[in-house]
């Protein structure tokens, strides 16, 4: 089992940035973000494919967002800039398991969840 632990959550105002970081106890084929406003669903935002280094976003953080993975293939960053009010929510590191189908926009696809860290962008 692979633990996984997010950091860099905070305020911020309305247009400004925020890195954040998730760590890994282990190695991933994929390590995503996703986010929850409350009463919302969890929404994909961007995910870090291994092999050959493979970017995915979300259409609405595309040219906002950019999300990175270190050589270890332990850790994934998602710099956000252009921060927005509906930017607002909890944000979730996961984890892709070997084997079985993935798609990257889909939670259910992923074996591995942090606890979450709050981004809250107020104006």
């Known amino acids: 089992q692979v633990q996984l632990v997010e950091s860099g959550g905070g305020l911020v105002q309305v247009g400004g940035s925020l890195r954040l970081s998730c760590a890994a106890s282990?190695?991933?084929?994929?390590l995503g973000w996703f986010r929850q406003a409350p009463g919302t669903e969890r929404q994909f935002v961007a995910a870090?494919?291994?092999?050959?280094?493979?970017?995915y976003y979300a259409d609405s953080v595309g040219g906002r967002f950019t999300i990175s993975g270190d050589s270890a293939k332990t850790a994934v960053y998602l710099q956000m800039d252009s921060l927005n009010s509906e930017d607002t929510a909890l944000y979730f590191c996961?984890?892709?398991?070997?084997?079985?189908?993935?798609?990257?926009?889909?939670?259910?696809?992923?074996?591995?969840w942090g606890q979450g860290t709050q981004v809250t962008v107020s104006s």
């Open positions: 282990g190695r991933t084929f994929s």
């Open positions: 870090f494919q291994w092999s050959g280094e493979v970017l």
């Open positions: 996961a984890g892709r398991a070997p084997g079985g189908t993935w798609n990257q926009r889909d939670a259910r696809t992923y074996s591995y």
